[in-house]
DNA sequence: TCATTAAATTGTT
DNA sequence: AACAATTTAATGA
């Protein structure tokens, strides 16, 4: 995926929008490229608008007041992000890191309303999206503590998988293994005996650059 | 198209 | 954290 106008189409809320309404947002929207571990918009910023990845990936982090950074989400290359932070109107909470180059879409603020008025399709989207987002972070408070290595990356590859926040993401997903590590705060090293064990479990198979996803209900079930 | 080289990623200690 | 092995990407004949 490369193209915005590609990620549009494949964007579950865009086939409802109209030819006029499909080239106004398409103009509206802006393109920026991020170098991999490049921050996309400080915390405390102003928020430009809602957030797509056309290419690459992206984390959002947490820093803990004792130094620690935990990572919130990871987004690949599909999603759309930040609605809390425009719905809201306040200043974005979080940064927004590359984990790899990356190239994000950047939907004005009013452009994001004006479809919120005038698209059903689209609202109705941002309903689906939030609650999925509410079932992922209640997920990750619950496993945090109550999962090992294993079940972190477990949970993190069946989030990134998410078919309903993430549509076009297909079975394989490119995403070294450092990458993993960074989203779920292990060591390159811990990540790899990790996937290891859950290719035993015939969950995912590993290739180079990447993982491929057996059973992302596995993944999802995974407890340990 | 093929061979060579550099860079990235992985597996192991 | 460091190292070697492997895979991919890039380059040029």
Known sequence: MQLLRQMLDESDWWPGLDADQQQ??????????????GIFSARGG??????????????????????????????????????GSVLKDEPRRYDVIA?????????????FHWLIDNSPGFSRFLLVQLNERLGH????????RL??????????????FNPQLYPSTRSRLRISQSELGLLT??????????????????????????????????LDAFEG
């Open 24 to 37: 106004r947002v398409h103009a509206a929207i802006v393109v920026r490229d991020i170098d991999a571990g």
């Open 99 to 111: 984990l790899r180059d990356s190239r994000i879409a950047v939907m004005p603020r009013q452009t």
């Open 137 to 144: 972070f209640i997920a990750a408070i619950e496993h945090q």
């Open 46 to 83: 102003l928020v430009a608008g809602w957030l797509g990845v056309v290419d690459g990936l992206v984390k959002i982090p947490i820093d803990a007041p004792d130094g620690r950074s935990m990572t919130l989400a990871g987004v690949p290359a599909g999603g759309w992000f930040g609605e």
């Open 147 to 160: 999962l090992g290595p294993e079940g972190r990356v477990a949970r993190c590859l069946a989030q990134l």
């Open 185 to 218: 705060g292990l060591s390159r090293q811990r990540v790899n005996q990790a996937l290891g064990r859950l290719e035993e479990l015939r969950l995912l198979e590993t290739s180079y650059g990447g993982v491929t996803v057996v059973s992302v209900e596995g």
